[in-house]
């Protein structure tokens, strides 16, 4: 961190709709790496509005969800819902240079990728 100070950073990932059994320590900043949801058919949407307005709850300064490959079909819905939180591209994040890259990127995403990022997240 730039002024010398620490910051706890807590990743998650592959929840898989079982995000509320998890019991998260303090943290700085969050990130999800994706596959927060059940990618049964008939629960992606319920399971989707659940996890973010669980993530949504979590009291955590920054927060970061980078979509899996079971937000495929939900994909819209996050991003439209989790706006403020969605993990694309370059952010400056609890004094972090963050690089997300989402599971449809990732491929393609590591000739953008800039020296100097401090955390590398993908699912």
Known sequence: VSDGGSVRVLVVSDTHGFHRELELPEADLLIHCGDAISKERPRRQESA?????WFREIP????????????????????REMAAC?????????????????YSRAAQGYRDLQRDVDVLVTH
């Open 49 to 53: 509005e659940d996890f973010v307005a």
């Open 60 to 79: 955590c300064k920054d927060k970061v969800f980078i979509p899996g490959n079971h937000e495929e079909y939900t994909r819209q819905y996050f991003r």
């Open 86 to 102: 969605w993990g694309e591209g370059p952010a400056r994040l609890s004094g972090l240079l963050l690089y997300a890259l989402p």
